[in-house]
């Protein structure tokens, strides 16, 4: 195996596109009519709209995809919250702190997927 690319089925490729472009700084590497692979932070995503690709026949029946999430580790969460506001994206509430010190808000995209920032914090051993 050489890479692994998720792929979202929604109506909204476009719009998707663009959403990753503003938040992440996504590229798009690969697209076509009702199909599109983007590139970001060394992960890649595609979005494909249900119905429309009858090259490709295990996509011919797909619904729009229900219940995907992303997860991205963040080095600097607050910097990427702050960035994220400056953009004009709205997170889905403030940056949140667990009792295991972790921290993380989410932002949802068109397509309906939740993309969880989060920013690990280490436990003592001891």
Do not use: K, W
């Not at 995809?65 to 994220?84: K, M, P, Q, W």
């Not at 506001?85 to 932002?107: D, K, V």
Request: charged share 20%; aromatic share 10%; hydrophobic share 45%.
């Amino acid at each position: 195996m050489r890479n692994v690319c998720a792929v979202i089925t929604t109506p909204l490729v476009r719009e998707c596109c663009e959403f990753y472009a503003r938040a992440l700084d996504a590229t798009v590497i690969d697209h076509s009519e009702g199909f599109a692979r983007l590139r970001f932070r060394g992960f890649e995503l595609a979005f494909i709209q249900p119905n429309q690709l009858p090259r490709l026949p295990m996509f011919q029946h797909t619904a729009p995809t229900r219940a995907f999430s992303l997860a991205i580790e963040s080095g600097n969460l607050l910097l990427d919250y702050d960035d994220l506001i400056r953009r004009g994206l709205a997170p889905l509430g403030p940056l949140r702190e667990f009792e295991n010190g972790q921290r993380s808000f989410a932002l949802i995209d068109p397509a309906g997927t939740v993309i969880n920032f989060i920013e690990p914090r280490p436990q003592p051993l001891f």
